[in-house]
């Protein structure tokens, strides 16, 4: 259960499949892909995105741990500071300043001295506003096929018509035409760099 934790909170996993949900709801097809398809796609991603983050703490901490050069106190320490590294450069400043503000402590001044229990909420809170953007952005275009697809079924008259039933295909058709996963996964990676 705490690996479960860990990959939702410290990692890019909820960004990845909170935007991979908005895009099932605008194409219209809450089914597909299935959720086994978007999670295990969003943990691929996930995996390729953390890889640097994850190859840090392994080489500082995991390996020495294992090889008992270090202690489990200090492996703790050592492995900390790459996934800090990685949540503060996600993370908005107003909510790391609200998450400051709300334990009254005093703001460091370096990044190192951050605690993770301010830089772990602080930067759920990042992600979850960028992936809600980024679904927005991916929802209004197809928003306005549909309220496009409306209208002329109402002009043409054709009220007995389900708007579902053209705008769907014409949602997959300019999605697939506009190399909509290539531009989809692309930008989810590029969002962490």
Do not use: C
Request: proline content about 8%.
């Amino acid at each position: 259960s705490f690996a479960t934790a860990a990959l939702v909170s410290i990692t890019s996993f909820t960004r990845i499949v909170i935007v991979l949900s908005f895009l099932r709801q605008a194409l219209g097809t809450p089914q597909l892909p299935p959720n086994q398809v978007v999670t295990a796609l969003a943990l691929a991603l996930t995996a390729f995105v953390m890889a640097p983050t994850f190859g840090a703490v392994n080489q500082a901490a995991v390996s020495p741990y294992l090889e008992d050069r270090i202690t489990g106190e200090q492996a703790l320490e050592r492995g900390s500071a790459p996934v800090l590294q990685f949540l503060l450069k996600q993370t908005r400043p107003d909510d790391l300043r609200l998450f400051y503000e709300l334990s009254h402590r005093p703001r460091p001044t370096r990044a190192e001295e951050v605690p993770l229990t301010v830089a772990v909420p602080a930067f759920m809170v990042s992600e979850l506003t960028t992936a809600f953007r980024m679904g927005l952005f991916i929802f209004i275009p197809l928003l306005l096929v549909d309220l496009l697809v409306s209208s002329v079924l109402m002009a043409l008259g054709m009220m007995m018509v389900p708007p579902t039933l053209v705008s769907l295909p014409l949602k997959v058709g300019i999605f697939l035409l506009a190399d909509g996963w290539h531009l989809l996964v692309q930008s989810l990676v590029r969002s962490f760099s």
